[in-house]
């Protein structure tokens, strides 16, 4: 397997989070795959925050720190 990653949509582009350090390999390795196809390949980890909570107090954490929380995953 080269890498294991969690796939996510905004808007019409689909991103993949993966951990840093296979990211170079796995960009290399699927740009071999795009052929013909009309999509792009690139790095936005500069664009882009990824936070995590987890455990029993994270609603309410969250429910603290902003207006609307999220109700579900990736809301």
Known sequence: M???FRVFRIG???YLQLPR???DATIQRLR???LRADAKISDASDDL???GLAGNCAPDLLARRFER???ADDD
């Open 2 to 4: 080269l890498a294991s």
């Open 12 to 14: 019409d582009t689909v």
């Open 21 to 23: 350090t296979t990211l």
């Open 32 to 34: 071999m795959y795009l």
């Open 49 to 51: 925050i990824a936070i």
């Open 69 to 71: 929380p999220p109700k």
